[in-house]
């Protein structure tokens, strides 16, 4: 007797609604392709990028 998994219910990212995390929603963790595009465009623009601290410098771009 096999038994399938349980499907668990998570709080969509984007908009904080109810979100099916299994194989069936294509868009996990996402409940829809909305809010999966709306993420996209918000990480592309750099909505998600982390200020830089003054007087911090990046070694990988720092000239030799």
Request: aromatic share 10%.
């Amino acid at each position: 007797m096999s038994s399938a998994p349980e499907e668990r219910v998570v709080t969509c990212p984007a908009c904080g609604g109810d979100s099916v995390y299994a194989p069936r929603n294509r868009w996990r963790p996402f409940c829809s392709e909305r809010c999966k595009q709306q993420d996209l465009g918000a990480w592309a623009s750099g909505s998600y990028a982390m200020p830089e601290r003054e007087g911090q410098s990046d070694p990988d771009f720092e000239k030799s």
